[in-house]
Antibody
């Protein structure tokens, strides 16, 4: 059974840094691209970025690429999201997802999601 | 960025009723569209990918259709467990983007 479990969320002050983790199980982690997606309290969904199965390539939403960094440790089947200089608008539930691609038509989607970890940015 | 516009924002349906949710992309996304269901307090679950392919384990009353910029999700016979919020997502171009969601309630 595929499982993704995020951790590391909590209350953080504006301007601080935070690192989220996502431990994967039930599949060969090193075979899959992975993404982070967040959902605001108002339920808006925003894709943050993704990382190639071997960690050699990352891509980010333009509005976040200067403050957020995605990495992975395939030996530990763990995905990370490093957040820096956080702002109140970063308050959200953060999900890690397993990515799937249709190579013929080259589109991507998210076939499994973790339960999420909540981040609240407030002084 | 590709903008995804969903409609309606909310709707209520009776048991057994057919429900249709629309999603429009700001440019052609060549069927690179997925639909997700999110129940209260839970993470989203994939229903449909590639505009019309049913994810394993999803009931056959769910179906997707469309092409170009216009897509729809249909529930052929509303059930109690179908209450929740439905999101569309384009996966053709970075950054991947989502619709604002449609809240579906049982009447």
């Amino acid at each position: 059974e595929v499982q993704l479990v995020e951790s590391g969320g909590g209350l953080v002050q504006p301007g601080a840094s935070l690192k989220l983790s996502c431990v994967a199980s039930g599949f060969t982690f090193s075979d899959y691209w992975m993404s982070w997606v967040r959902q605001t309290p108002g339920k808006t969904m925003e894709w943050i970025g993704d990382i190639k199965y071997d960690g050699s390539y990352t891509n980010y939403a333009p509005s976040l690429k200067n403050r957020f960094t995605i990495s992975r440790d395939n030996a530990k089947s763990t995905l990370y999201l490093q957040m820096s200089n956080v702002r109140s608008e970063d308050t959200a539930t953060y999900y890690c997802t397993r990515d799937k691609v249709n190579y013929g038509s080259h589109y991507w989607y998210f076939d499994f999601w973790g339960p999420g970890t909540m981040v609240t940015v407030s002084s | 960025d590709i903008q995804m516009t969903q409609s309606p924002a909310s709707l209520s349906a009776s048991l057994g009723e057919t429900v249709t949710i629309q999603c429009r992309a700001s440019e052609d996304i060549y069927s690179g569209l997925a639909w997700y269901q999110q129940k209260p307090g839970k993470s989203p679950q994939l229903l449909i990918y590639g505009a019309s392919s049913l994810q394993d384990g999803v009931p056959s009353r769910f179906s997707g259709s469309g092409s170009g910029t216009q897509y729809s999700l249909k529930i052929s016979s509303m059930q109690t467990e179908d209450e929740g919020v439905y999101f569309c997502q384009q996966g053709l171009k970075y950054p991947y983007t989502f619709g604002a969601g449609t809240k579906l309630e049982l009447k």
